[in-house]
T-cell receptor, first 112, second 109 residues
Framework: GAVVSQHPSRVICKSGTSVKIECRSL??????MFWYRQFPKQSLMLMAT?????????EQGVEKDKFLINHASLTLSTLTVTSAHPEDSSFYIC????????FGPGTRLTVL | LAKTTQPISMDSYEGQEVNITCSHN???????ITWYQQFPSQGPRFIIQ???TKVTNEVASLFIPADRKSSTLSLPRVSLSDTAVYYC??????????FGKGTRLHILP
């Protein structure tokens, strides 16, 4: 199956700092990337959909200026959490669109 | 809105067959049905995908009736390591992918 990687797997940062999460599709090219976040004991919640070379589409309630998404190439998309606060602590998961939808291993963000 | 409805939780015992049913009344012609397994602090793992009738792979079977308004994931002879959350998704190539609440399966010894 398709391999999707995320880096870092976990990160702890201070409130007010920015954190970048990378998502790579290792064996196929993806023009579209889905970004999700997941709070404890809850389901995955779609944050935004990014398309290579164009602006991302954000779901209602997700601040586009806070969660910056860049999809610069067909194998790499990044999510930057700007000025992170404790309430941004969550599990972030990416998924490049493909015929069979695979998901990254996730990034655990903890904001102190 | 999620396109699917599943039981919130299920319990079963090791060695039993487990069937998890998912309701997707508004499934569209282009939609596929896909099931995922998720362990804590991991991304969802693909289990099986189907369009209609029955699909079987090395880990599960997927039963889809003719009207496609529901589907059943069948896990044969479960073990303790099958304790996880299982998500049923209705996916089309052109649409975003929305998760429902999933089914929390607990396997007992």
């Amino acid at each position: 199956g398709a391999v999707v990687s995320q880096h870092p797997s976990r990160v702890i940062c201070k409130s007010g700092t920015s954190v970048k999460i990378e998502c790579r599709s290792l064996d196929f090219q993806a023009t579209t990337m889905f970004w999700y976040r997941q709070f404890p004991k809850q389901s995955l919640m779609l944050m935004a959909t990014s398309n290579e070379g164009s602006k991302a589409t954000y779901e209602q309630g997700v601040e586009k200026d806070k969660f910056l998404i860049n999809h610069a190439s067909l194998t790499l998309s990044t999510l930057t959490v700007t000025s992170a606060h404790p309430e941004d602590s969550s599990f972030y998961i990416c998924s490049p669109r493909s015929d069979t939808q695979y998901f990254g291993p996730g990034t655990r963000l903890t904001v102190l | 809105l999620a396109k699917t409805t599943q039981p919130i939780s299920m319990d079963s015992y090791e060695g039993q067959e487990v069937n998890i049913t998912c309701s997707h009344n508004n499934i569209a012609t282009n939609d596929y049905i896909t099931w995922y397994q998720q362990f804590p602090s991991q991304g969802p793992r693909f289990i099986i995908q189907g369009y209609k009738t029955k699909v079987t792979n090395e880990v599960a079977s997927l039963f889809i009736p003719a009207d496609r308004k529901s589907s059943t994931l069948s896990l044969p002879r479960v073990s303790l390591s099958d304790t996880a959350v299982y998500y049923c998704l209705v996916v089309s190539r052109d649409d975003k992918i929305i998760f429902g609440k999933g089914t929390r399966l607990h396997i007992l010894p």
